[in-house]
């Protein structure tokens, strides 16, 4: 199937839900982001900063681009001027230079906090209680030009589908408590970005509001040149 195909699918699967497509482009090329945007889609997530501004430099304006790797604070400053969202927002420092930056080019990023659900040591993101701290502090309250519009998480690798979906839940959980206690009145808290390829239906089952798709709308990664860090 070619990558309009795998996209029409989704399309019409998620037709019936809340759920938004992230068309997840890491390491594909330009050529195959182009024929995903002729078949009209405009939202895409990429994981590695060079690579995320060297494609923003040469595609449509019109891309909404969204960041969900780790990012490391002294490479913000390169995506500040046109990030869509920073899904993987996991430190308070990180956050505060999002937020500097974000004063430069004189604008709001939005930005999702990357929450730790999975059972493993090797995924990035906030603790519950960190999450919880991080929102309390005065550090955070001061800070002007970012804005917390929901929460992300990356379940465990090959873990069951019921130890999935538990985890899935349970960033509902923590969603919806942090809603409560912190944004609730503010309608733009309202995302929670979890499910992938593997995993994307049991996400919507927990209530995801954005589900991050790459190979099986792309098919194999192709570019391997970019370093992760
Ligand atoms: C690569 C990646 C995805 C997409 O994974 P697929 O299995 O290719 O759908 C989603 N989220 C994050 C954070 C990723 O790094």
Not at 2 to 12: F, M, P, V
Not at 73 to 86: C, G, Q, R
Not at 135 to 157: H, P, Q, W, Y
Not at 206 to 220: L, N, Q, W, Y
Request: hydrophobic content about 40%; aromatic content about 8%.
């Amino acid at each position: 199937m070619s990558i309009a195909d795998n996209l029409l699918e989704y399309k019409k699967e998620l037709d019936s839900t809340q759920t938004e497509l992230i068309a997840v482009s890491k390491y594909q090329e330009p050529a195959a982001i182009m024929e995903a945007y002729n078949a009209g889609q405009r939202v895409f997530g990429e994981n590695i900063v060079q690579e995320l501004a060297d494609k923003e430099a040469q595609l449509p304006k019109d891309i909404e681009w969204h960041l969900i790797g780790h990012l490391q604070t002294n490479k913000v400053k390169y995506i500040a001027p046109f990030v869509k969202l920073i899904q993987s927002v996991d430190s308070l420092k990180l956050l505060t230079e999002i937020n500097k930056q974000a004063a430069k080019n004189k604008r709001v990023i939005d930005c999702l906090l990357q929450i730790y659900i999975a059972d493993e040591d090797t995924k990035f993101g906030l603790g519950f209680d960190e999450a919880i701290e991080l929102l309390r502090s005065d550090e955070f309250t001061a800070l002007k030009n970012v804005r917390i519009v929901g929460l992300m998480g990356i379940a465990s690798n090959n873990a069951s589908e019921k130890q999935t979906l538990d985890e899935f839940t349970e960033l509902k959980v923590l969603f919806d408590g942090i809603k409560v206690s912190f944004f609730r009145k503010d309608d733009y808290f309202k995302e929670i970005s979890m499910g992938m390829s593997g995993d994307y239906k049991l996400a919507i089952e927990a209530g995801s509001t954005m589900v991050r798709v790459g190979s099986s709308i792309f098919g194999k990664r192709k570019i391997k040149h970019y370093k992760t860090e």
